[in-house]
């Protein structure tokens, strides 16, 4: 599921931000006081700020773009997704919220009327008052796709 991999990969670069972030402060420990100038940086100061730059930007579109990736795959499913029932298997909070609700990542077998049942993962913005309704064990109306079996919650 590519929004899950952008957001493991967004995590990584983000937590080895400190690596460049300390390669600026060990260069200007050995830099005298004055100019400030690029060339007159230290070259380890120099590739701590462009690592810092490259990793924070990639960190940033990683993850925003995690979530804008998912979203417009539910939306693309919602208009042209099969409808089914489904039953939670598992739930998981990503520690992404968005307007205060929470991002989860979902488990899901699938039980599509006139084909055998499938099990599909799916993320997606769950509004806080509906977190108890989409609990293990309990039945979800979904849109699926029956080709890649891509899964989302039915939202009409």
Do not use: C
Request: glycine share 8%.
């Amino acid at each position: 599921m590519l929004p899950t991999r952008m957001r493991r990969i967004g995590w990584i670069a983000f937590r080895l931000l400190w690596i460049p972030f300390i390669l600026i402060f060990v260069g200007m420990f050995s830099m005298p006081s004055g100019s400030y100038d690029w060339v007159d940086l230290p070259s380890i100061t120099r590739i701590g700020i462009i690592g810092t730059a490259v990793l924070g930007a990639l960190a940033m579109i990683l993850l925003a773009g995690s979530v804008i990736l998912s979203s417009l795959n539910n939306l693309d499913l919602q208009t042209d997704g099969m409808k089914a029932q489904a039953t939670v298997l598992e739930v998981r909070d990503t520690g992404t919220t968005i307007n205060q609700n929470p991002l989860v990542h979902l488990k899901l077998k699938v039980e599509p009327g006139n084909q055998p049942s499938f099990e599909a993962e799916t993320e997606q913005v769950i509004g806080r008052l509906q977190v108890p309704q989409v609990q293990p064990g309990a039945k979800v109306a979904v849109r699926y796709n029956p080709y890649s079996h891509a899964v989302a919650l039915d939202t009409t």
